[in-house]
């Protein structure tokens, strides 16, 4: 909607796109296979390493994150092989329809959307696979449909106490440079991840963090695979070239994030994000709402996903604050549709854009109707002031 001043994008993604990145992109064509471009290339493959933290094979595909979460599968499966997923939500479910569709068999550990994996039934369902059936489980890292984050450390740790030989595989989409993570450490085989989240790019990359396991799996593997290969991906790469057109300005842009991200320090762009997923869930208990998840440990610092009271209509409350304040909140997917609405807290985002946005919900829920206590800005006021006098201090030691 146009209108007098910017548009608040506050979707869970994509997100808002840094000045910096945007000029970064603003650049003419290059030949992406002349000598200028190997510099552009090789700082993306290796800085992507760095945000991973991954000393293995980064691929960088043109392409959306469902694109990622195909090329994890096909160049790691066999036709017919079985895949564990675990139902954090909607983006899980759809990963789940994606390897059905390509032949391989898939059993859910059926969740409520209302908390991230847990770790213990992932052990349980391997302790019980004797005869190894189970080639992956597939985890969904920060569950953007429901603001849920799985805890992938304790997911590894299942399958090591199982005994298990399963790769791990993870969807980052939403979680990579905005949350705690950690590819190496962590013993995860392939992650998956987007440009448009924490990235702070548009759509049009896609990633996948290849362990050494999941290397050896690829030569065995046998789902038909092309666009996706990670083999056609590894020779250029080396010299910082790509087997097909790869999307240079984006590749600028990637650059220029990551060196943001870099100066910001990993470690601070994941406390912000903690702290403001923290003030959002604030708001909306002093609103007298309900947070999606409701697992304390597994609540979200990237979204927060606020359910209606029964009987308001969540989308028709995003359309009075698209209509009103200029401001686009996420919509509930699938089984929530219509209940949730979600806040997005993530990517190039500060304490000021988070309580404008606050600020617009609250207006919002008064213009609709819909039964609130005033407050919830406050609330998140005070956590925020609260974070900022906490810095100052430990600055001050
Ligand atoms: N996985 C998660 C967690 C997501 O949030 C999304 C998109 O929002 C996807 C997968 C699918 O990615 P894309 O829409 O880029 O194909």
């Given amino acids: 909607m146009a209108g007098p001043g910017r548009h608040f994008l506050q979707i869970p993604g994509p997100t808002n796109v840094p000045d910096r990145v945007l000029r970064a992109m603003d650049m003419p064509t290059m030949d992406h296979r002349g000598p200028a471009f190997a510099d552009v290339g090789k700082r993306a493959l290796d800085g992507m390493k760095s945000i991973f933290k991954t000393q293995g094979q980064v691929v960088i595909f043109p392409g959306s994150g469902t694109g990622a979460w195909e090329a994890a599968l096909v160049n790691t499966m066999s036709p017919g092989d079985l895949v564990l997923m675990y139902e954090t939500g909607h983006f899980a479910t759809l990963w789940k ?33 004797t005869a190894g059936e189970i080639k992956a489980v597939c985890v969904v890292h920060n569950e953007t449909s429901t603001g849920s984050v799985s805890p992938i450390a304790d997911v590894r740790k299942a399958i090591d106490a199982a005994g298990h030989p399963a790769l791990l595989m993870v969807d980052t989409i939403s979680s990579l440079a905005s949350l705690d993570y950690r590819h190496d450490e962590w ?28 290397q050896a ?6 789902l038909p695979r092309a666009y996706w290969d990670w083999a056609d991906m590894a020779g ?31 470690d601070n762009v994941f406390a912000r994000h903690q702290s403001h997923g923290e003030a959002a869930r604030r708001a909306v208990r002093a609103w007298g709402l309900e947070v999606l998840c409701n697992t304390p440990a597994h609540c979200s610092g990237v979204l927060t996903a606020v359910m209606m009271p029964e ?19 996420g919509n509930g997917l699938s089984k929530v549709a219509d209940r949730v609405f979600r806040i997005g807290h993530l990517g190039d985002f500060n304490d000021l854009m988070l309580m404008g946005t606050l600020s617009g919900v609250e207006m919002g829920l008064e213009l609709s ?3 609130y206590r005033r407050g919830g800005t406050q609330a998140a006021l005070d956590c925020l002031t609260g974070r900022q006098q906490t810095r100052a201090e430990d600055a001050a030691e």
């Fill in 311 to 329: 009987g308001y209509s969540a989308d028709a409350f995003r359309k009075v604050t698209l209509e009103n304040f200029n401001m686009s909140l």
């Fill in 217 to 222: 799996a690829a030569k065995t593997a046998r």
């Fill in 97 to 129: 329809k994606l390897a059905d569709r390509l032949g391989l068999r898939t059993e859910f550990i059926e969740g409520d959307w209302r908390s991230g994996a847990d770790a213990d039934a992932i052990e349980t369902r391997l302790r019980a696979d």
């Fill in 187 to 214: 013993g995860v085989d392939v992650t998956v991840a987007g440009s448009q989240k924490g990235l702070m790019l548009p759509p049009g990359l896609s990633f996948n963090a290849v362990s050494e396991k999941a």
């Fill in 369 to 371: 109707g819909v039964p």
């Fill in 236 to 266: 250029p790469n080396e010299t910082g070239y790509f087997p097909y057109t790869p999307a240079t300005n984006l590749l600028y842009g990637l650059n220029e994030a990551i060196s943001m991200l870099h100066e910001e320090g990993l």
